[in-house]
């Protein structure tokens, strides 16, 4: 299993540094974030060490999607939410604050004050299909 010997979430999967584990199987590992947005929050990692979705092979991230739901959904029916939001931030500049792709389950409630603003626009005629055939250039 590749592993970062400086990566605090691989220190949490080799059991050293102590962690609060909600799930784990082979390759994920779900454990209580110690810095939460809301009471319940939760981490769900692959326990290989992948710096964020893109270098993170489509069978790691399957390991984790087929958790996510049943985990979210507990955490959300635990916590007696309203919702819940599921985040992957991918560099410094989307929040990432460590390097080892990981995925938040934030239980929500009507009114809590988190996330309260999308901030969303339009796109000027024509712009969507440019910055679509841009990124399809790039598959």
């Known amino acids: 299993m590749q592993m970062d010997q400086d990566c605090i979430f ?14 784990e199987d082979d390759s994920v590992l779900a454990f209580m974030d110690i ?3 809301s009471p319940g929050h939760v981490l769900l990692i692959p326990k290989a ?10 069978e790691i991230l399957a390991s984790a999607a087929s958790v996510m739901g049943q985990l979210a959904k507990a955490v959300s029916e635990a916590m007696g939410s ?9 560099g410094r500049a989307a929040g990432q604050l460590v390097d080892h792709v990981h995925f938040h389950i934030i239980p929500r409630s009507s009114g809590d004050g988190i996330f309260n603003r999308w901030p969303a626009f ?18």
């Open 35 to 37: 810095g939460p947005v």
């Open 122 to 139: 339009e796109y000027p005629s024509g712009r969507a299909k440019e910055l679509a055939d841009k990124i399809r250039a790039k598959l």
């Open 10 to 23: 691989c220190k949490i999967v080799a059991g050293q540094i102590p962690s609060v584990k909600i799930y």
């Open 49 to 58: 060490h992948y710096k964020n979705a893109a270098d993170c092979p489509p």
């Open 82 to 90: 309203d919702g819940y939001n599921i985040l992957c931030n991918n």
